[in-house]
């Protein structure tokens, strides 16, 4: 397995790969890799003959008085899942390299980031995208592949590769859960054996959602009150929000139609956590 | 010379010429060619091995009450005139498949592109970045040429390319001018014929700033106090802006030291023209 840091680096390399008529899959991540990831570079390796890894803790994406610098790090863990899953090459760039003296310059998209996730935390997105452009632009994939856990990034990430035609297939794959049904995410590692029996409840509420539609339930504020009802019973939980948007703008609705999207984010102590389903009805 | 109109098209094209070890040059326009875009076309010839020449009026760089609908347009003519100077492609996508429904996607450069034209065109630069980022997605240059008289608009595709690491060498070259110093433009061809002499104006101005500065003078608001009053002298002139900035940061000097932009931007009758020297103190 290849590690490579310089960014002209990864350009050459991925340059005498397409040459060669590889087909390049990519999976950018911020390490500390856990079993979704694992499965983000099967998804990967299944679609493509080199599976190129990015690590990189993006600083842009975080705001003042985030988890920046406590975000979890262990690059010989993430190295040792990245050989074992099937990954190629592991891309780690440096931030000096990616936000050189005097950048400048940033991509946003309009339109689906001021909700969710984006209203709790300006500039997320616009550091997101400006640091997907740029992971693409160097690691130059035929397929990329984001989690569905990040419901709102991967289909702002989807718009923005169609938008500025990175040449590049964007592939969704589906959240892995814990047992219990908590999404597996890095954050994780902040909760206490408490609030990760409580975080739980994020799942369950998602799923207490899903079982009002089957009932035919199709008023979005009553399932967000029952969703809001079931996590109030667990006292760590600080709601961020309970959406239900339709999954092509993330524009809220009244009256469940079409595809929708049930979207949560929780505070349990120290962590922020996020998940979602897509209903379609 | 072939002819590309699918973004696709123009991607695998290049994918197969990098492939092929081709070098790839490239020059973006939104046609109405002239000689000052043959020079372009000339120095990627000389530093590659295939010159792609895209044209492309861009909507979404023109401001309201601006010349998009106006702006010259002659197919044939720049066809023959690529073809006689030593283009291979042609690309020029629709602006539907450059601006699909839905279309959300902005790249901006921040700092450079607020004042000069960003000051009297708002929302420009971040429509040409936009575009030009989107340009370079399509046709993957190793080289991609830019004239110099715009001189704001070349050092924010530089900020922009080194940013995102599109990945390809920028090279600015010489502004072409007409016997009596006129810049080539396609928006000279707005001029009645007494504004034509009149625009002569335009280049005897910056002339002038060098002279002074060859003469020891300075002081900035002395030398745009000179420039002011030649071209005052000219009825039809109204001008936009007259400023000097250092070719870094695009800031305006009192004191000139280092390198500096002498930038001028003027209107003609229904022409807005611009134009620049570079001076090394």
Redesign the interface.
């Known amino acids: 397995m290849q590690i490579i840091h310089p ?1 002209s680096g990864m ?1 050459r390399t991925a ?1 005498a790969l ?2 060669s ?1 590889r087909r390049i899959g990519f999976v950018p991540t911020m390490g500390y890799l856990h079993e979704g990831h694992a499965s983000l570079i099967r998804h990967a390796r299944k679609q493509s003959n080199e599976v190129i890894v990015s690590i990189f803790v993006n600083p842009a994406q975080f705001g003042p008085g985030e988890d920046y610098q406590a975000y979890p790090r262990d690059l010989d863990r993430d190295l040792r899942l990245i050989r074992e899953t099937g990954g190629d090459i592991v891309f780690i760039p440096s931030a000096e390299e990616m936000y ?1 003296p ?11 980031t001021e909700g969710l996730c984006g209203a709790s935390r300006p500039g997320h997105f616009r550091g997101v ?2 640091v997907v ?2 992971l693409l ?2 690691v130059k994939p035929h397929l990329a592949v984001f989690g569905q856990k990040d419901a709102q990034q991967a289909l702002v990430i989807r ?2 590769v ?6 590049a297939e964007v592939l969704i794959a589906p959240t892995v859960r814990e047992p219990d049904g908590l999404a597996m995410s890095s954050r994780n590692i902040y909760l206490s054996p408490e609030e990760r029996i409580e975080a739980g409840g994020l799942y369950q509420a998602l799923r207490l959602a899903r079982k009002m539609v089957q009932a035919g339930e199709r008023e979005a504020p009553k399932i967000i009150q029952k969703m809001r009802d079931l996590l109030s019973e667990r006292p760590s939980a600080r709601i961020d929000y309970i959406s239900i948007v339709d999954t092509q703008g993330l524009k809220p609705m009244d009256r469940l139609t079409g595809e929708v999207l049930v979207a949560v984010a929780v505070r349990f102590g120290r962590a922020r956590l996020i998940d979602n389903v897509i209903l379609n009805l």
Chains 1, 2 share one sequence.
Not at 162 to 167: A, E, G, I
């Open positions: 960014i350009q340059d397409r040459a008529g050189p005097g950048f400048a310059t940033s991509v946003h998209v309009e339109g689906l995208t400006t452009a740029k632009t160097a718009r923005m169609r938008d500025l035609n990175l040449d």
